[in-house]
């Protein structure tokens, strides 16, 4: 099954910053989405981008797909200390299904 | 809101034993998932249904079992633990089918087989 790939495996920086993290994945989507897992709990949805779709946004979120490239970013601007978490990409996998990648690791140093 | 529990936060078994995880939303959710998830190889989905009494193999079905006698209700059964079960299992419900919609997730279960 394809699987998305999230790019980098961790992210570190200090407050305020932006952070960026990318996905990639192999195969035609109609859908990508972005969940948010804080450490030791259940994932958290957070924005789904459709096939058509460019750019979404959603508060300091902004996520963009580029179908030509077989990838997708999530841009979180002014980072903060509770936005540390894994996030994750989840493209279709299937009729009922979501394939999620491996996540990336983002630490935001206070 | 959704409201996704799982029986257990953290929970401590022994080679062979017969493992219950049990999963409850009170949605009215259609769909229902379990996914074990392991460092470096992300979330996997075990088995999901899609109504009551209903079932179908995810990607890594070998050695787990599934039941939904009821829509709010599904069970992930080990039927004899093994040391690589060892893993977070996570439990999810969506109301459509999950590429087009938001899964609610449960806040994991950690198993430790011994």
């Known amino acids: 099954s394809q699987q998305g790939e999230e790019d980098p495996q961790a992210l570190s920086i200090q407050e305020g910053e932006n952070a960026t993290m990318n996905c990639s994945y192999k195969t035609s989507i109609n859908n990508l989405q972005w969940y948010r897992q804080n450490s030791g709990r259940g994932l958290v949805h957070l924005i789904l981008?459709?096939?058509?779709?460019r750019e979404k946004h959603s508060g300091r979120l902004r996520v963009t797909l580029d179908t030509s490239k077989k990838s997708s970013s999530l841009l979180i601007t002014a980072s903060r200390a509770a936005d540390t978490a894994s996030y994750f990409c989840a493209t279709d996998g299937g009729y009922q299904k979501v394939t999620f990648g491996i996540g990336t690791k983002l630490q935001v140093i206070p | 809101d959704v409201k996704v529990t799982q029986s257990s936060r953290y929970l401590v078994k022994r080679t062979g034993e017969k493992v219950f995880l049990e999963c409850v939303q009170d949605m009215d959710h259609e769909n229902m998932f379990w996914y074990r998830q392991d460092p470096g190889l992300g979330l996997r989905l075990i088995y999901f249904s899609y109504d009551v009494k209903m079932k179908e193999k995810g990607d890594i079905p070998e050695g787990y079992s599934v039941s939904r006698e009821k829509k709010e209700r599904f069970s992930l059964i080990l039927e004899s633990a093994s040391t690589n079960q060892t893993s977070m299992y996570l439990c999810?419900?969506?109301?459509?089918?999950?590429?087009?919609?938001?899964?609610?997730f449960g806040p994991g279960t950690r198993l430790t087989v011994l």
């Open positions: 999810a419900s969506s109301l459509r089918i999950p590429s087009t919609d938001t899964q609610y």
């Open positions: 981008i459709r096939s058509n779709e």
